[in-house]
């Protein structure tokens, strides 16, 4: 787990050092500015408009600031809660089972299937340097029209492989029978897929 943790980390530490966050951001900064320039230039005083372009300006070193610490952050604080919560899942159902659960190999299970998605993060990061753009991801998204919102964003065969591995995880393990833990997994990477289709629906 702290082996995983540091990769993630490493990771979201060489997106940063690309510089493409900051660059991201420093176009939307000028982007704001002359749209500010344009429609309140003649309206306001040279002070008062330099006061505003000045709060801008500030405003994107305080995002630049924020959008390094989620890259380096968020990500390991996500996966790390992201197994506890599964790892907890997974010990209710083989308790509901009958069956003895141990919190540990189930933690383990998904700390090793874990690792599909770690490689999906590392592709990220390659594609980031290839094209030189942020708006890069794993999932189905990359078939529709580039920067238009859509659910397909929630499809990510990344992490249906996730999921997979858990199950053959657990069937290893004794922990569930190969019925149930297909079952489970399959009704978990359902829920996960149908939240989110949701908040990429909200999004778009």
């Known amino acids: 787990l702290v082996t995983f943790l540091i990769l993630v980390f490493l ?9 493409l966050i900051d660059q991201d951001i420093d176009r939307q900064t000028e982007r704001s500015l002359a749209e500010l320039e344009k429609t309140q230039g003649h309206l306001l005083d040279r002070v008062e408009l330099a006061d505003r372009m000045e709060s801008i300006r500030k405003a994107a070193v305080f995002n630049k600031t924020v959008a390094r610490l989620l890259e380096v952050i968020w990500a390991p604080i996500y996966f790390l809660a992201s197994f506890l919560l599964i790892a907890s899942l997974l010990y ?14 189930l933690m383990s ?17 390659a594609m980031l340097v290839a ?6 991801n794993t999932s189905l998204a990359m078939l529709a029209e580039p ?9 990510d065969p990344f992490r249906v492989w996730f999921w997979v591995l858990v199950a053959m995880g657990l069937t290893v393990t004794r ?10 997994c399959s009704m978990f990477c359902a829920i996960a897929l149908g939240v989110r289709m949701g908040l990429a629906y909200v999004a778009g």
Do not use: D, N, W
């Not at 509901?96 to 141990?102: F, I, N, S």
């Not at 299937?113 to 490689?119: D, Q, R, S, T, W």
């Open 131 to 136: 094209f030189q753009t942020t708006r890069v």
């Open 147 to 155: 920067g238009s919102p859509t659910v397909l964003s929630a499809i």
């Open 11 to 19: 990771i979201g530490y060489s997106k940063v050092q690309t510089g």
């Open 175 to 184: 922990q569930l029978t190969r019925r149930m833990a297909i079952l489970a």
């Open 109 to 125: 299970i998904c700390v090793y299937a874990g690792f599909i998605e770690l490689v999906a993060f590392g592709l990220v990061l």
């Open 92 to 105: 209710a159902v083989v308790a509901l089972t009958g069956a003895k659960p141990e919190y540990h190999t």
